[in-house]
């Protein structure tokens, strides 16, 4: 406490020039929570220019007393009131070496916790405009980085110069079994002889990462009301858009654990935009509770979208258990008349995702094992296969951030959510090693993004797979067969009795509470068996909301229960959802029985009649075009024409890929947006060998790129994004997309119109097996 005491005492007079006594209460405040969340390495001691700072404050270490001895004499009456402090910001941050990935984001359970390496790098960039000299060293008032308790070696000790930055990257291994860790990067130089009169240069910057371990806190932006519409849904002309149209939207956050949770305060955040929202109740947040506040924004539907996110984080029971949070964020664009419609918009978008496991190193199923008790083993490696496939015919996918896949708790690293073509499939294999002496095992993946990126709909695909593991009818308390236990969601519109997949509403005549009836079923299945079920593992939901009303008595053999209930949906939004899933124990052996059914129908529109053709001019839709041609080198052919035997396949065959872009704008050039603006081959960016410099009204340009392909795989592809403005103008947005497969044809292919263009013969006669001729 003397040491708090003296501390608030420096920072309160070096920093407000008054006596302790005459520092304000709540400054003292902060800097004793600060000591306490930080150490007393987040104390910056910075005067103000017309306060003496004692001189026991900076201590100069002996080894710098030559240089020191040969200043001016100091004013040690006081500091230059016109002196202006030295301005050298140093940083630090932290990556997941395997991923890249900013540690603050990492989510391990425990059961994964291992030691990761981690990248921390130190950065110091001098914005004075003389040059700083630096105090190496490891003492205090040197510059110094520290990982944990462990100093750092390889700070660049030379003066740097103005307006130069350095940094240093340095890997250390952080076990993740830990519930944090902490870096820090101190400061101390100079920039001339003067350093009592603002010539000290000091900066200091504190890293504490706490590990997030995966819990049932979660958060929700995606309720918004504009116009009586779902937000995603709204068309609004540029000439009768708002600077200021309200907006009636909610933020929620759920802690769906079993313990309370105690918030972070300094890491929630809610924005509309850059604006805060706030009207939260941030007190810890008891169990099976969700708090939600309403608020209505205004927004500018000038522009072409706007954006809302909420964070939020804690540690379960009540501050002592797992770091977790929960995170939502949404980019709602705004459609214009003349935009042209998303292919398909009337229906649900054709995105699949499936799990499937084996045995790593065999192809025997992992629901296929038997495994005694005696036998199993905590580490047992199996290899999940998670398969996610855009089975539009136009359309492509934009995946977003909401994209995953798990094994048990754990999220799985380096799932590829860029953009997926249509017809595109994509699978990701990961080997994990699971745990045989538990009852069961489970992985889940989930697919989410837009149709057609900004002007198309939602688009969503999630699997659940659980495996149990089969123990031998010997084993004693467990039987060779599995528990038949079953639960199933239904929903009916209370008004007609119509099956909620059947029903077509159009936007006009949306309602944000029209009466549905869901009925959640759970049936045991057993022949000679009750079921004990368990309360704290069962749930029925509608949307977010719980439902309340199961029977967890014992369920007798073959019995089935019913539960029925009305809930108002909003059918402005896209889709709807609810779930059932019950969770017990056979009574006379101990087994273990769970059911889970989801439930989710996308409410269907009219189809939109035909727009006219645009007006000519700049008056029009943004007339952008993109495509993509593929010419095989060996023979001078289209490669869709190219036939290729198997046996005479190469790994590396030359091949010219045209792209093409163009503006058909009167009068108006076309600004890229580069983040966005992409070209690739397979799976490989080439977008880097673009023009994407402005492209002028009525110009083309062309890019060949050269790209040896693999004649051996059954297909190539590649594609071309354009994104950018008219005119520069952030509202008048556009965008051309061009995807090119091309199936290589065997000599005995059949022509299959289901996988791709009807294989042709090439132009030339040729009456014996091609011979490729590889430049």
Known sequence: MKFITSAVFLLASAAQGTELGNTPEKEIEEVVLKITEYGTDSLVLTPNSDQTLNEDVLVVDETDTDDISRQAPINI?????????????????CRVKATGQDCENLIISKDQCRPMDMNFTFKYCNKEDREVEIFPGTGPNKTKAVIDTIPVAGINANPVKPGQCRELTVTRSIDTCRKFYSASFEFNGRRGLDWRNGDYCYGFDFLRVFIKRPCALTSDVSNCIMLGQDCRDVMIPLDECNEKEPAEMEFSFCNKEKTPVKVRKQKFNALVETLPVDGFDLSDIPPKTCRTVPVIKEINTCKRFFSRRLNIEGWKESGTGDYCNGYDFERVYFRRPMDPDPPKYDSPCKVTSQVKCKIAGTNTDCDDIVVPLSECEED???????????????????????????????????????????????????????????????????????????????????????????RPASDDGFLADECDIRSKVSCTIEETGEDCGDIVVPLSDCNEKTPMLFTFEYCNGEDESAIDLRPEGSVAR????????????????????????????????????????????????????????????????????????????????????????????ATGQACEDVVIPFSECEESAPATFIYEYCNFNDSEDIEFKVSNTRALIETDNVTSEFNLSNLDAGSCRRRVVRYNINTCKRFISARLNIEGWRGGDRNDY??????????????????????????????????????????
Request: charged share 30%.
């Open 77 to 93: 009456d006081g500091l230059n009131p016109g002196a202006k402090l030295c301005n050298v910001v140093p940083t630090v941050t």
């Open 380 to 470: 047992k490696e199996m290899t999940f296969e998670f398969e996610y496939c855009n089975l539009e015919e136009s359309g492509f996918v934009d995946l977003d951030f909401r994209s995953n896949a798990r094994v048990e708790t754990s999220f799985v690293r380096d799932l590829d959510i860029s953009i997926l073509a249509p017809g595109e499939c994509r699978t990701h294999r990961e080997t994990r090693k699971i745990n045989t002496c538990k009852r069961f095992f489970s992985a889940r993946l989930n697919i989410e993004g837009r149709r057609d990126s900004a002007v198309g709909d939602y688009c969503g695909a999630f699997d659940f797979y659980r495996s149990y593991i089969k």
């Open 542 to 633: 509608v949307e977010t909301i719980d439902i309340e009303g199961l029977n967890f008595s014992d369920m007798a053999p073959k019995e089935c229960r019913r539960l029925i209930r009305r809930r108002e949906i909003n059918t402005c939004k896209r889709f709807f959802s609810a779930r059932l899933g019950v969770e017990g124990k056979r009574t006379e052996d101990g087994v273990y029985c769970y059911a889970w059914d989801f439930y989710r129908e996308y409410i269907a529109r009219f189809k939109k009649p035909s727009l006219p053709a645009p007006p000519g001019g700049d008056d029009g839709p943004c007339a952008i075009t993109s495509k993509v041609s593929c010419t095989f080198d």
């Open 734 to 775: 556009c965008q051309a997309y061009d995807f090119l497969r091309t199936y290589f044809g065997r000599p005995t292919d059949a022509p299959s119109p289901s996988l791709g263009p009807t294989i042709s013969p090439p132009a030339d006669d040729v009456r014996s097996p091609l011979k490729l001729l590889v430049l």
